[in-house]
């Protein structure tokens, strides 16, 4: 069955970086684009990236553009999002989610992992 | 900066139906905006509902259905169920590997 795990979150002082891991089981995962998505505390869900399958550019949400980047490694089943330049407002917890299968007509979010908790304070 | 709006919060009583909505700020809901809709109790991660306006998601169940309602995507609970008590997110395609979530419906059922 898809499994997807993300690690890498902690404490992080502002302005430092921290990069996220999501590893993903129980699919070709060279064969589905793959998304983060963020929860600060007691607020909604923020899209946050978008990286195809293969070796196209990658989307990103303007309030992480420039500072985040997506990343993966096809050969290890590992997605990343390197964060830089954290802010206070960046404290959330971080899910990776699987896109769904990219037939015509179809953009969403499959199958989501539990959520790594990033803190960001001084 | 297109906004994606729902309703903060609705009530329901169990055994009736109950509506959401997933609107933009400036223009209409199609399907070209592929709507999607997630479920998401306290401290646990969305399960996804529906895709593509209308197609369930593996597993739910029936009473939960799709549609776009005038100018607006819409998530409908046919008979509400104590356990329907979560926060409800819609996803609008905005093109280009965008995606815009609303900001949630909070769900009550008593």
């Known amino acids: 069955q898809v499994h997807l795990e993300e690690s890498g979150g902690g404490v992080v002082q502002p302005g430092g970086s921290l990069r996220l891991s999501c590893a993903a089981s129980?699919?070709?995962?060279?064969?589905?684009?793959m998304h983060w998505v963020r929860q600060a505390p007691g607020k909604g869900l923020e899209w946050l990236s978008f990286?195809?399958?293969?070796?196209?550019?990658?989307f990103y949400a303007d309030s992480v553009k420039g500072r985040f980047t997506i990343s993966r490694d096809n050969s290890k089943n590992m997605l990343y999002l390197q964060m830089n330049s954290l802010r206070a407002e960046d404290a959330a917890v971080y899910y990776c989610?699987?896109?769904?299968?990219?037939?015509?007509?179809?953009?969403?979010?499959?199958?989501w992992g539990q959520g790594t908790l990033v803190t960001v304070s001084s | 900066q297109t906004v994606v709006t729902q309703e903060p919060s609705f009530s329901v009583s169990p055994g009736e139906t109950v509506t959401l909505t997933c609107g933009l700020s400036s223009g209409s809901v199609s399907t070209n905006y592929y709507p999607s809709w997630y479920q998401q109790t306290p401290g646990q991660a969305p399960r996804t509902l529906i895709y593509s306006t209308n197609s369930r998601s593996s597993g739910v169940p029936d009473r939960f259905s799709g549609s776009i309602l005038g100018n607006k995507a819409a998530l409908t609970i046919t008979g509400a169920q104590a356990d329907d008590e979560s926060d409800y997110y819609c996803?609008?395609?905005?093109?280009?590997?965008?995606?815009?979530f609303g900001g949630g419906t909070k769900l009550t059922v008593l």
């Open positions: 989610a699987r896109r769904g299968p990219a037939v015509a007509g179809t953009w969403y979010f499959d199958y």
């Open positions: 996803v609008l395609y905005m093109g280009s590997g965008i995606s815009v």
């Open positions: 129980g699919f070709t995962f060279s064969n589905f684009g």
């Open positions: 990286k195809e399958f293969d070796e196209s550019n990658p």
